[in-house]
């Protein structure tokens, strides 16, 4: 499927879409992430979007600033001989001494696995919308420190951010002379993470996890370590986030605030919702086809309202997600002469 996107997009001469297309691939590795917490756990998550900007604006600001005035110190000079700095050619001729993008992504993972770790053990003790408006908390905390801290660019965000070189030869730019390559590149980290999950929700963890969600006062009588998977999983949920966010920074050349805002978390649970709360496959579709529908603006100034709406159709209507919408259940439940109609028939 992903070579016959590639080849119809080069045929019609609209290689542009692969752009959008990518980025789309980097946004549904947080979607992922959200659905194996809310769909197996049962835990929401209104904050994940901070988590996204964590990853995105560390390795963001540790690969653009100059730290040239400080490389003759004994520190430095000795990051510098191990390849942890690097110096680079900047917009307008300097030469900028900065972390190495590898070094940057890695504290980037760790810093939001760290918090996630800290936030996680008192927030995942509530529930219900409890819990909704604890991540929320967060989410805004996040918000209104990258918008409102002059190291990480307040509410221009940090541009100028460098290629990260994933494979030898083969870096994540959003450059038009590896649009190509990225395009497989990006859907290449979608699979290796969408195999992961598959194989966790399939294991032994993944059923003590939907155990949790279908029941978490019986899991923990049967011996279900439920604080545990919880917090492991909303972990992993961050960890998806983060790189997510580390890797699109690096393809689009910077990030904004806009990234970390509540409404790009809601976002991404509206996302979850449409596929099905436990369907990654649903979440995979949908995530690309409406994000990659709002890449394109094809929702204009209305794009949150758009998500903000599919979220409470589907809650509505759908709570399933679209993808596991049964028809006749549908009709069953919103039109009552229907049930008389079919007991007729039968």
Known sequence: MLVLVQVATHIMDADYYLTQLTMSAYYILVILGLCALMGYAGQISLGHAGFFAIGGYTSALLTTHNLIAYQESTV???LKSAGVLVIRQGLYGNEILHVHPWAAALCGVLLASGIAYLIGGPVLRLKGHYLAMATLGFGTIIFTIAIGTDLLGSADGLSDVPAFPLLPGLPVSGKRAVRVENYYLAWGVVIVGMFMLLNLVDSRVGRALRSIHGAED???????????????IFILSAV?????????????????????SVMKS??????????????????????????FLSLRGYFG?????????????????????????????????FLPGFKGKTEEAQ
């Not at 790189?243 to 970390?260: Q, R, Y």
């Not at 991404?268 to 086809?289: E, K, P, Q, S, T």
């Open 76 to 78: 430095l000079s000795f």
């Open 218 to 232: 019986a899991a923990n009588a049967m011996g279900v370590n439920t604080p545990r998977y919880k917090l492991q």
């Open 240 to 260: 998806f986030a983060s790189v997510a966010g580390v890797l699109l920074t690096h393809f689009n050349g910077g990030i904004g605030p806009s990234e970390a």
């Open 266 to 291: 809601v976002r991404y649970v509206a996302i979850v919702a449409v596929g099905g709360m436990a369907n990654l496959w649903g979440a995979l579709i949908m995530g690309g086809i409406l994000n």
């Open 301 to 333: 100034s209305f794009d949150d309202a758009v998500f903000a709406l599919i979220l409470i159709i589907v809650m509505l209507f759908a709570p399933q997600g679209l993808l596991r919408l049964e028809m006749r259940h549908y009709l069953l439940r």
